[in-house]
C-alpha cells in the first residue's frame, strides 16, 4: 500500500476573492487555477503578496503548492491567496508538531509548538481583511456620495 501523502488545507478570503490552497511537501512549484504564478499574475506585487508568507517563514522551497482562486480582481485574489498559504502552513505547523509531540512523549509546552503560527499573526498574514465594499444607496450617486446642492 503506497504512502499516504500529506496535503495541507486552507481557506483564504478578501474582498469579494475566495482561494482554496493545498500544500504538499515538494520543490516550490506554485500553481494557481492551472497556471504558474508568473503566468497567472502579471504584475510583481501580486507575486510578491503571493510569497509573503513563504518567505517570512523560509519555507520557499519545501511545498508544491496548488491553488484554486475565484471572485474578484487581481490585487484581492493575492491577497485570498496570501491568507490561505498562511492558513495552511499553520496546519502543517500543528501536524508536525503533534507528530513531534508523540515521537518524544513530551507534554508539548516548548516554544516551538507555536512557532510558525507567531511568525505568520505577527506578520499579519492569519488575520482577514474584512473591508468590503459599501453597497450603493437610492437616492445617492454612490455608497455616500449625494445630489449636489444648488443655492440658486
Known amino acids: 500500500m503506497p504512502a499516504k501523502q500529506e496535503v495541507y488545507y486552507g481557506t483564504g478570503r478578501r474582498k469579494t476573492s475566495t482561494a482554496r490552497v493545498y ?21 510583481k506585487t501580486a507575486r510578491m503578496i503571493v510569497r509573503q508568507p513563504l518567505k517570512v517563514t523560509n519555507l520557499q522551497d519545501k511545498f508544491d503548492i496548488t491553488i484554486t482562486v475565484a ?9 485570498a491567496i496570501r491568507h490561505g498559504i498562511s492558513r495552511a502552513l499553520v ?18 509546552s ?31 450617486h454612490g455608497a455616500r456620495k449625494g445630489t449636489q446642492y444648488s443655492k440658486r
Open 71 to 79: 471572485g474578484g480582481g487581481i490585487s484581492s485574489q493575492a491577497g
Open 91 to 108: 496546519k502543517y505547523d500543528e501536524d508536525a508538531g503533534e507528530s513531534d509531540k508523540s515521537d518524544t512523549g513530551s507534554t508539548g
Open 110 to 140: 516548548g516554544e516551538g509548538a507555536l512557532s510558525l503560527r507567531k511568525i505568520l499573526r505577527q506578520a499579519g498574514f492569519l488575520t482577514r481583511d474584512a473591508r468590503e465594499v459599501e453597497r450603493k444607496k437610492v437616492g445617492r
Open 23 to 43: 500544500l504538499k511537501p515538494g520543490k516550490g512549484h506554485i500553481i494557481i487555477n492551472q497556471n504558474t504564478l508568473d503566468e497567472y499574475f502579471g504584475r
